[in-house]
């Protein structure tokens, strides 16, 4: 088989692909879900995707600029046939849909009856899905605006997805596995699963793979907690980096910032993905995690000695508040410092209880007003230079 036929096969399976999911959403929106019609547009995706995921842990949709695009791959001749409801996604802000190994039929069946009211109502659509989220644990679904002046390819957008190693969303799959009946401990095993995410992490960053420039100018409404490890572990990196730290310090603090709410996953009620209000007795969990967190990575064998003093301090602030609340002044790590920076700024661009997601200027302007208060007035200055150095370099 010639590599312009073999293309063309797989141009037309994704191709068909797309077709499918939308034959199915409208099966559904037509007929009741055990309706002949229904069954066999359903199947007929759903054994598509099953034989893609058998190669792959995941695989994005991605809808943007009047286009569908797969596997970094543009599908231009679905943008007529598929205009309507390329255009409907992105007026609900889904412009990502992703699938993951593992999906059923059920579960792809209850995405489709959540996105179809959506669809005539598209008000608040990627906040309903994230507060869904938890009922959809091999499918996430989201919004890719961008803060910045310089148009961005789709091949960039879509790179920060899907790369040809592998993917920031492949890598929650590990980070969801080694966090998985967290009870006590992280075992020899995962810690070395962690350090190697970590080196992961740091290889995507330093070749391009994982651009910072996509996890600085991204505003999500995405509530993953394990996409948010990677982004804290990623930016506080590249502070690393900017400050010439040696590469073994570096990956010390990518493996603390990565582990730094671990914590939040010994304690499965204090849900990491809740957008509503939390409750009294969730705020009170969430205001202990630095000490579950430290705790647990003290007892971590080959743990680095670093981890646990970022997960206890990483909420404490230059002027001595945050907490835990400290009886007498103390003396922060840098990479605490470090990470309180970025650990905030990836949470103000993001939904959270109470608040929608900032712009890259409306948070970076926050975090200027805390400077000296909150955040070491010098490693906010270098994180702002990071911030700076990114948004202008060339797409």
Request: a neutral charge; hydrophobic letters at 40%.
């Amino acid at each position: 088989m010639t590599a312009q036929v073999k293309d063309e096969r797989l141009y037309k399976f994704y191709r068909d692909l797309c077709v499918s999911f939308v034959g199915s959403l409208h099966a559904l929106s037509l007929y009741p879900e055990d309706h002949p019609e229904t069954e066999k547009k359903v199947s007929g995706f759903f054994q598509r995707v099953s034989r893609f995921l058998e190669q792959r842990s995941m695989f994005s949709l991605i809808f943007m600029g009047g286009e569908i695009i797969l596997e970094n791959t543009p599908l231009p001749d679905l943008s007529n046939t598929l205009a309507q409801f390329i255009k409907r996604m992105e007026d609900m802000k889904l412009q990502r849909i992703t699938f993951r190994r593992g999906l059923t039929s059920e579960e792809f069946i209850r995405f489709l009856k959540l996105l179809l009211p959506l669809l005539k109502n598209p008000s608040d659509a990627d906040l309903i899905i994230s507060k869904n989220q938890e009922a959809l644990p091999h499918m996430l679904a989201g919004s890719m605006p961008y803060d910045t002046g310089t148009q961005l390819s789709h091949e960039e957008i879509a790179g920060a997805l899907q790369t040809p190693g592998q993917s920031v969303l492949s890598l929650t799959g590990q980070l969801k596995d080694m966090f998985t009946d967290l009870e006590g401990p992280l075992s020899e095993a995962r810690v070395t699963m962690a350090k190697d995410t970590t080196e992961t992490i740091y290889r995507m960053a330093a070749t391009g793979e994982m651009p910072l420039k996509m996890l600085i100018l991204r505003r999500s409404s995405d509530p993953d907690p394990y996409v948010h490890a990677i982004n804290v572990s990623a930016l506080s990196m590249g502070i690393a980096r900017m400050l010439e730290l040696k590469e073994q310090a570096i990956l010390e603090i990518g493996l603390a910032g990565l582990l730094h709410d671990i914590g939040l996953h010994s304690s499965p009620s204090a849900s990491l993905t809740k957008t509503s209000t939390l409750t009294l007795d969730e705020k009170k969990l969430r205001y202990e995690h630095p000490v579950r967190g430290a705790e647990i990575l003290l007892c971590s064998p080959g743990m680095p000695d670093l981890a646990p003093i970022v997960a206890y301090e990483h909420h404490l602030q230059y002027n001595g508040g945050g907490y835990p609340k400290q009886e007498s002044p103390r003396q922060l790590n840098m990479a605490s410092m470090i990470i309180l920076i970025t650990n905030s700024y990836d949470n103000l661009r993001r939904n959270r209880p109470k608040r929608k997601a900032l712009s890259m200027p409306e948070a970076i302007n926050w975090m200027d007003r805390k400077a000296g208060e909150i955040f070491h007035p010098l490693l906010l200055k270098d994180f702002r230079a990071l911030v700076k150095t990114q948004a202008q370099e060339d797409p």
